[in-house]
Structures are given as C-alpha cells and as structure tokens.
Nanobody, 127 residues
Framework: QVRLVESGGGLVQAGDSLRLSCTAS????????MGWFRQAPGKEREFVAT????????YYADSVKGRCTISRDNAKNTVYLQMSSLKPEDTAVYYC????????????????????WGQGTQVTVSS
C-alpha cells in the first residue's frame, strides 16, 4: 500500500509564495508520474500540475501556468509544488497523486488516471 503525505499548506496573503511537498512511501516512486490537484469548497477536484516519472516533462493547468512549478526528488521520494503570486482563488485543499501505471509521460488531467492520493493540505489565500 502506497502512502502519500502532503505538507506545506497554510494561510498566506495574496501575492505570497508557498511550497507544498508530498512524500511517498515505497520503493517505486521514481517509476511513476506524479500530479497535484486541488479542490475548493463546493467544487470538483481539479488538475493543477503533473510531472513525468523522469522529471523531464511537466504540465500545468492554464489557471496556474507561470505561477507554479512542479518538481521531484526521486532520492527523497518527494514531489513539490512551488506556488507564487498566490490569489484568493487558489484557496483549496491540495492533493498529490501517484499515476496508476509506471513509466508514463504525457499530460493526464483526469483523476481516474491516478491510483493513490494523499490526504490533502489546506491552502488559504487572503485578499
């Protein structure tokens, strides 16, 4: 069983930056693409960013492009989401997720593409 644990959320002001981390258990982390999603109250969970298993390819939602950077450290089994110029509309619970199949590249934005999910970390941006 894979366990994903997010951290780094908090209450910040508009324009601030925040770095989220997600650490995975197990020894196969480096074989899988990872994704970040978010869910605001009353809304569906939405794609934010994804990074390929190698780290060579990254993809972003239009809403965060230019303000967020996803990266990974396979030696630490950790994926990061660096967010800058935060806006109140970025307020949500942020979840990391592990791809359902190994060695995949490409942009996968649908939640069923990911098999394992963390418990989420709250990000609140005040205006």
């Amino acid at each position: 069983q894979v366990r994903l644990v997010e951290s780094g959320g908090g209450l910040v002001q508009a324009g601030d930056s925040l770095r989220l981390s997600c650490t995975a258990s197990g020894r196969t982390f480096s074989r899988y693409a990872m994704g970040w999603f978010r869910q605001a109250p009353g809304k569906e969970r939405e794609f934010v960013a994804t990074i390929s298993w190698s780290g060579n390819s990254t993809y972003y939602a239009d809403s965060v492009k230019g303000r967020c950077t996803i990266s990974r450290d396979n030696a630490k089994n950790t994926v990061y989401l660096q967010m800058s110029s935060l806006k109140p509309e970025d307020t949500a619970v942020y979840y990391c997720a592990k791809d359902s199949l190994p060695w995949r590249d490409g942009k996968r934005t649908a939640t069923p593409s990911y098999l394992y999910w963390g418990q989420g970390t709250q990000v609140t941006v005040s205006s």
